[in-house]
């Protein structure tokens, strides 16, 4: 049994995969902006940390984690106007990251969102052998 914890856990996928992973048997905390969308019967199983940014203390939800499933991704609009894309992605991740390391947390699942990829593919789709070519939030 492994302790983890999830980030955009109030997302699609983030749901789905605290049910997934509390079914295998794992124990489950959640990293969320805020609990309004997080089923109740997760609330105290959350810690509220709003926007994974540079300055966020994640010492509260990192306590006993042993694995990180970082989903975390605000939906940023078209060209991230007020830079909120670039704080969450990039320097909140760094910061996750940086954050975990002090934590002692052993394994980090770091999943992007298609975007980072850019907006286009090829016929065949996308591989890892196709250059990442983001050109909104996801760009450093």
Do not use: C, N
């Not at 749901?15 to 309004?36: N, P």
């Not at 605000?74 to 934590?103: K, M």
């Not at 394994?107 to 909104?136: C, H, N, Y």
Request: charged share 20%; hydrophobic share 40%; proline share 6%.
């Amino acid at each position: 049994m492994t302790t983890v914890l999830v980030t955009g856990a109030t997302g699609y996928v983030g749901r789905a995969l605290l049910q997934d992973l509390e079914r295998a048997g794992h124990v489950v905390r959640a990293a969320v902006r805020t609990t309004d969308r997080l089923p109740a019967h997760w609330h105290d199983r959350a810690v509220t940390v709003g926007d994974i940014g540079p300055d966020t203390a994640l010492e509260s939800a990192l306590g006993g984690i042993e694995t990180i499933v970082h989903l975390a991704d605000p939906g940023v609009p078209p060209g991230d106007p007020d830079g909120r894309g670039a704080r969450v992605i990039v320097a909140g991740t760094e910061r996750l990251l940086q954050a975990a390391g002090v934590a002692g947390v052993r394994r980090i699942v770091f999943v992007s969102s298609v975007k980072a990829m850019g907006e286009v593919t090829g016929p065949d789709g996308a591989d890892e052998t196709v250059l990442p070519q983001p050109q909104d939030a996801h760009v450093r």
